[in-house]
């Protein structure tokens, strides 16, 4: 609580600083920056009756369509060393017998500088400082929130609901230090208390850009991450996180079963914490003549799914089909199924993963174009998302982009609800 009152306490200082002051200062030393975008967004989904973690859309019901109406509205005041950043989506939502809407915030915060080197900052904030592209292991402030999976990776990130953190920067030459403190806040932020370090080299010599982390958290860790421009066309990357601790789950089979009595299985988080497990991303992006772009990325998430862990969770989810679709202790089978909708999230679950994207967005006057593959390298089952984006004007863009599952249904990606998604979105840019 004291806490909290701090919070407070310190926007409302801060805040005072930019907005009680005299008119006449006001209209004269404050700056404004207004713009966002406004998205139209139906997407339809071809949902698969016979899949093994929701048989006949059954266990958890999927509409086959949504939309979405909304907003991203950016809101900047400057005022001699103080800056207020804001960007919100509201949000109108429909889906078959459904509709909702909600106001995210991903940014909301106050920053001011001391001098030219030192800056603090408090208030809702979405940190967005990584160099890879298919898998981002040391955005450890992003874990865990919602983001649009029809976005490129990059896009993703700007819209993203932030945290509430309190935070400074310290810029010394080729060198940048920051510090977050997110704390666990009733009713606003449910995510045990955090702390985040970050120093930043430029090493002019070698052309490159290297960070270094320490988190605090539920899974604590460190990173490291560098980014070299080896040629005007060439730009290698490596984003690692070290953590100790897991975030799978351990399934264990109780008893066997038999014709009379359903096979019993307990599933539980794993007591991990000595361990530590590698989350690595080696990659390079090169720029063709044209303007092509390409990006190939090997992942390595050292925390995901071994091949007998994975076939232990392939063998309770099939039995519990099995069950379920015969009517065998079809309430227990049920809850085991929902239960199975929660271990499986796909895009990380496995150890070895490559992601490519070729992109281009001045081949054809006004159509951006890219195709993103990612796949499972293990079980060979893929990933695959094609888009493009045509400008209309200087304010209008109509784009399409699908995403396509491929895979057995016992694999990775053959083990989606749907097998294939269709987004067209409309956007229009504005600013004032």
Not at 124 to 151: C, H, I, Q, S, W
Request: hydrophobic share 35%.
């Amino acid at each position: 609580m004291r806490l909290q009152c701090l919070i407070i306490y310190l926007i409302v200082i801060m805040g005072s600083q930019a907005f009680f002051i005299t008119p006449n200062v006001h209209s004269q030393e404050i700056n404004y920056e207004v713009s966002g975008v406004m998205y139209e967004q139906p997407s339809f989904f071809n949902i698969k009756d016979d899949n093994l973690i929701n048989p006949d859309n059954e266990i958890i019901q999927f509409s086959d369509w949504t939309n979405r109406f909304y907003g991203r509205l950016n809101v900047n005041l400057y005022y001699e060393n103080v800056k207020f950043i804001s960007q919100t989506r509201p949000t109108f939502f429909m889906e078959e017998n459904n509709e909702d809407f909600d106001w995210f915030t991903d940014d909301v915060y106050f920053d001011m500088g001391i001098g030219e080197k030192y800056f603090f900052y408090i208030g809702k904030r979405n940190l967005r400082d990584v160099v890879a592209y298919g898998e981002n292991p040391t955005d450890f402030m992003g874990e865990d929130k919602e983001v649009d999976f029809t976005k490129r990776e990059e896009e993703r990130r700007v819209e993203r609901e932030g945290n509430y953190l309190i935070g400074g920067e310290a810029f010394l030459s080729n060198l940048t230090l920051s510090a977050n403190y997110a704390p666990e806040i009733d009713d606003l932020q449910d995510d045990d208390s955090r702390f985040l370090m970050r120093g930043n080299l430029f090493a002019e010599s070698l052309n490159s850009d290297m960070s270094l982390h320490y988190f605090h958290g539920e899974i604590p860790g460190v990173g490291f991450d560098i980014s070299s421009t080896v040629s005007d066309n060439l730009v290698l990357h490596v984003e690692s996180a070290f953590r100790w601790g897991s975030r799978n789950k351990e399934l264990k089979v109780l008893s066997q079963g038999d014709d009379f009595s359903p096979r019993e299985f307990e599933i539980s988080d794993t007591d991990d914490d000595e361990d530590v497990f590698p989350h690595v991303v080696l990659g390079g992006s090169y720029t063709l003549g044209d303007g092509t772009n390409i990006i190939l990325e090997y992942i390595y998430n050292g925390d995901g799914y071994s091949e007998d862990e994975w076939d232990e969770i392939v063998e309770f989810i099939k039995y519990n089909e099995d069950a379920y679709r015969n009517d065998f202790f079809k309430d227990l089978a049920t809850s085991n199924l929902a239960e199975a909708n929660n271990i499986v999230q796909v895009r990380e679950m496995r150890k070895h993963y490559v992601f490519f994207r070729i992109s281009n967005s001045s081949l054809i006057n006004n159509l951006d174009g890219q195709l993103v593959f990612i796949v499972n390298t293990a079980d060979k089952s893929f990933l695959t998302f094609p888009s493009v984006d045509y400008k209309v004007g200087d304010n209008f863009v109509a784009g399409l982009s699908a995403t396509l599952y491929s895979g057995d249904d016992d694999e990775e990606f053959g083990m989606m609800f749907w097998g294939s998604e269709v987004s067209l979105v409309l956007k229009y840019y504005f600013s004032l």
